[in-house]
């Protein structure tokens, strides 16, 4: 059945090799945030790969599948994680942490903006 799904989706739908392998991976979900990319069309069309180190090579264990939220706020940034602890896991992990601490502050500005709106109604 995977087998088939792969040859339909890299086929029939023209996805590339390298989205197949990295959405099968994921789950079709958002590494950093988990959002569900197959749950609507509105969360499909976010779908995105992210190098998890920005700017480095294309290997398969340097890419995640990202909602657009999450590789913008990521955006350029070198997770750093411990000395000699540079698997996947831990990059993902330490990517995870910056774009917890950066969807924090969006949301402190959003609220503020919302009261600051509201205000002058």
């Given at each position: 059945?995977?087998?088939?799904?792969?040859?339909?989706?890299?086929?029939?739908?023209?996805?590339?090799?390298?989205?197949?392998?990295?959405?099968?991976?994921?789950?079709?979900?958002?590494?950093?945030?988990?959002?569900?990319?197959?749950?609507?069309?509105?969360?499909?069309?976010?779908?995105?790969?992210?190098?998890?180190?920005?700017?480095?090579?294309?290997?398969?264990?340097?890419?995640?599948?990202?909602?657009?939220?999450?590789?913008?706020?990521?955006?350029?940034?070198?997770?750093?994680?411990?000395?000699?602890?540079?698997?996947?896991e831990s990059l993902i992990n330490?990517?995870?942490?910056?774009?917890?601490?950066?969807?924090r502050v969006k949301?402190?500005?959003?609220?503020?903006?919302?009261?600051?709106?509201?205000?002058?109604?």
């Amino acid at each position: 059945m995977r087998d088939r799904a792969k040859h339909i989706l890299k086929h029939e739908l023209h996805w590339p090799d390298y989205q197949v392998d990295v959405g099968i991976r994921a789950g079709f979900r958002c590494e950093y945030c988990g959002k569900d990319l197959l749950e609507s069309y509105e969360n499909y069309d976010q779908w995105q790969v992210d190098h998890i180190i920005p700017n480095g090579n294309n290997a398969l264990e340097n890419l995640a599948l990202s909602c657009k939220l999450c590789n913008f706020l990521k955006r350029h940034t070198i997770p750093t994680v411990s000395a000699g602890n540079t698997d996947r896991e831990s990059l993902i992990n330490a990517a995870k942490a910056i774009i917890s601490e950066r969807r924090r502050v969006k949301e402190k500005i959003f609220l503020r903006t919302l009261e600051v709106i509201k205000s002058l109604r």
